[in-house]
């Protein structure tokens, strides 16, 4: 008992060490009757990127939803457990789901820009959440947020034509642009880049490279080459269960659990 | 085992086995239907067009008495101070002889022998000239004692008689018209007496009496429809929209969200003449609304609608991709921002659709009106809305049903001029909805 607390103590100690940007603690979800994930345990550290991967199925796509509360858009979805960002209870009645979502923003597998122009995709949420002070600040804003997502220079004469023009890799970039564009704290990427060709593929990965000076990055992938070459920290979900989380380096080299090394090694998944 | 599979494939692939053929067949016949179904339709709407065409365009064309009509102040203005109220006491009857004598001025003009002539020729005249004769004194007293061309409606038998309707032996048997008759009017059409020209009235008069159906016209009834259509527009779009946004995207789903969903799709089939006895029941009986009014047809019909528009907005919005919704909430927008600025447009050419669908629908419905009484026969036009919305009116199918139940054959003419009309109409509905659509859909 007494070892057990000590424990605790000892692991708190360590979180309020490091840097965590979000902590989730006991998360657990349910579907309906079906539970999806496990009191899952994890945090996000400040300025790095956290890979997870796992097999089809295994609640990490889950997980990353809860961190900016998209599960409460689906029906039935239950979510147990505490997520905090900044320290603050995200599930806290003050809190605004919408100021949430503009902290943590959130990238699709599938690039869904607006059927609308390129501007008015990035322009959109900086607008609804009234971060420019009028037509220039905005213009500013929507340049910046282009630049960063590495799109600038392939649309900068066009910005007045349908998002939905571009090609696969370009709409999720501008997807990431519309992201950054309401300078949120943390960045959710679920399988960015499953829908684009290696070369797109290579161009977002350059860019979450370049954005982790910013923000602090959750990226959900299948790709483990992915996740080696994009993360500093990886968590490896199964059946609803986080098998284990640390350092890319050590989980790609040296994992401490039989499933990881299996995952890893391609014999499941 | 492998030698067998290998043979059939390879017999498959030369497309001369009994299956492959059979599966040819198939398709051929299956596409041969399809032609023959297309071309059944494309050949009854042909058949229908060209029924009504050709048996009410004639309405557009309407034979005209033209003569200069002295307006006599003797007659007109006994007391000579152009006071209206004493200029309304000379009725129709005083008119009568104005035109008589000036028929008789113009036949004596043109080398006819007017005594012997003008007597049958009055009667070629319509029962209506002179209360039209009359309106337009009344509208214009200062034209009294002046000289002024006109253009009188012909009888519907001379008109019928231009139009193929009556003949020479049908004349024979008509209390209305004599075999004489029709050869003066021929004569009269040689002297340019009578003419054929464009029919403006038949778009802009009321209704006219079983007996004179060469004045009557659909501009009631088109006064009324667009009535009720505004009604059914202001009522129904904005009810049926919020009902649907609201089901679909707010409405927690249970037993009750069921119950209400399973009701409109209920609705949406329940025969019309149920709605008419709703609406007399609640609207006239209950409310106390006046009847024949375009402000009860238009809650019945906007109540007929208001199921088409539902279904349709929620298949609209249903249809609208989830991402759409997802990247809207990812950016931060709230539940209404992400459903007003990106799910409503994106929806906004199916909501049209259905919207325009539900309206010509209740344009062209008759039965639920039959039951409040908008068939009443209906001469005066309604007043400018707001306050017209509660006078007496007429609509366009109920006035082509009413027209198809009377007696002489010129009103089946008429009813299929008034086909046409409401056809004209749904045409231009339709043609707004079409341009509505292309601008929605161009912003992306």
Not at chain 1, 127 to 134: K, M, N
Not at chain 2, 117 to 142: C, Q, T
Not at chain 2, 188 to 208: C, H, V
Request: aromatic share 6%; net charge neutral.
């Amino acid at each position: 008992m007494l070892t057990e607390a000590a424990t605790e103590k000892a692991l708190e100690r360590k979180m309020s060490e490091i840097n965590y940007k979000m902590v989730g603690k006991d998360v657990s979800v349910y579907y309906g009757d079906k539970r999806a994930l496990f009191d899952v345990n994890l945090g996000v550290r400040n300025n790095t990127v956290t890979a997870l991967i796992g097999p089809s199925g295994c609640g990490k796509s889950t997980f990353l939803r809860c961190l900016n509360r998209m599960n409460d858009t689906i029906a039935n979805a239950k979510v147990t457990g505490k997520i905090t960002l900044d320290g603050q209870d995200i599930h806290d009645p003050d809190i605004d789901v919408v100021e949430l979502r503009a902290r943590v923003g959130m990238v699709f597998q599938k690039p869904n820009p607006f059927p609308k122009s390129i501007y008015e995709n990035v322009a959109y949420g900086p607008r609804i959440h009234g971060l420019a002070r009028g037509k220039s600040d905005l213009d500013q804003i929507v340049e910046s947020s282009l630049q960063k997502a590495g799109l600038w220079a392939e649309v900068k004469d066009r910005l007045h034509e349908a998002g939905t023009g571009l090609s696969g890799g370009q709409q999720q970039r501008l997807c990431i642009a519309r992201a950054v564009a309401v300078s949120p704290e943390v960045i959710l990427m679920d399988e960015p880049c499953s829908a684009l060709d290696p070369i797109a593929t290579a161009k977002v990965e350059e860019l979450i490279h370049e954005l982790r000076t910013n923000y602090s990055i959750v990226i959900v992938t299948h790709s483990m080459q992915q996740a080696a070459r994009v993360s500093q920290r990886t968590a490896m979900f199964h059946l609803g269960h986080l098998v284990e989380e640390d350092d890319t380096d050590k989980m790609f080299t040296n994992p401490n659990d039989q499933r990881t090394q299996d995952y890893i090694m391609g014999r499941f998944g | 085992m492998t030698d067998a599979i290998a043979a059939t494939q390879g017999k498959a692939a030369l497309s001369g086995d009994a299956r492959t053929r059979r599966r040819h067949a198939a398709e051929r016949r299956f596409r041969m239907m399809g032609l023959l179904a297309v071309a059944l339709g494309v050949l009854a709407l042909v058949g229908l067009l060209f029924s009504i065409l050709s048996s009410g365009l004639s309405s557009f064309r309407q034979t005209y008495v033209t003569m200069d009509i002295y307006l006599d102040p003797g007659i007109l203005d006994k007391a000579g101070n152009r006071n209206p109220e004493d200029l309304a006491k000379v009725t129709t009857f005083g008119y009568a002889p104005l035109i008589k004598n000036s028929l008789a001025k113009a036949m004596n003009d043109k080398g006819f022998n007017s005594q012997l002539e003008a007597g049958p020729a009055a009667e070629l005249v319509s029962a209506e000239a002179p209360a039209i004769l009359r309106r337009y004194v009344l509208n214009n007293p200062d034209q009294i004692g002046e000289t002024v061309e006109f253009n009188l409606l012909a009888s519907g038998r001379i008109d019928g008689y231009y139009k193929g309707r009556v003949t020479m032996a049908s004349a024979e048997l008509d209390r209305n018209i004599s075999p004489e008759q029709l050869q003066l009017a021929d004569e009269l059409k040689e002297a340019g007496i009578l003419t054929t020209r464009f029919n403006w009235d038949f778009l802009t008069a009321p209704d006219a009496s079983d007996t004179r159906p060469e004045a009557a016209g659909v501009g009631v009834a088109i006064l009324g429809s667009a009535y009720m259509m505004l009604i059914v527009l202001a009522l129904s779009l904005p009810i049926g929209v919020a009902a649907s946004i609201y089901l679909e995207e707010f409405a927690p789903q249970n037993w009750f969200t069921d119950l209400i969903e399973v009701n409109i799709a209920n609705l949406a089939a329940v025969p019309s003449i149920v709605f008419g006895i709703l609406g007399l029941a609640a609207f006239i009986n209950f409310a106390g609304l006046p009847q024949s009014a375009p402000i009860v047809g238009g809650l019945v019909l906007a109540l007929m609608t208001l199921p088409t528009i539902i279904i349709a907005t929620r298949a609209a919005l249903k249809a609208v991709p989830p991402s759409i919704r997802s990247a809207a909430l990812g950016v931060g927008a709230s539940k209404m921002q992400a459903i007003f600025h990106h799910v409503v447009p994106l929806a906004m050419p199916g909501i049209l659709t259905g919207t325009i669908i539900g309206l010509a629908q209740a344009l062209g419905e008759t039965a639920p009106l039959l039951l409040i009484g908008m068939v009443a026969f209906v001469r005066d036009y309604p007043a400018a809305p707001p306050e017209g919305f509660f006078d007496p009116a007429s609509a366009l199918p109920v006035q082509v049903y009413n027209w198809t139940q009377r007696g002489d054959p010129a009103f089946v003419e008429r009813a299929s001029g008034a086909i046409i009309v409401l056809l004209v109409f749904l045409l231009l509905m339709n043609l707004i909805a079409i341009i509505l659509r292309r601008r929605f859909e161009r912003r992306w």
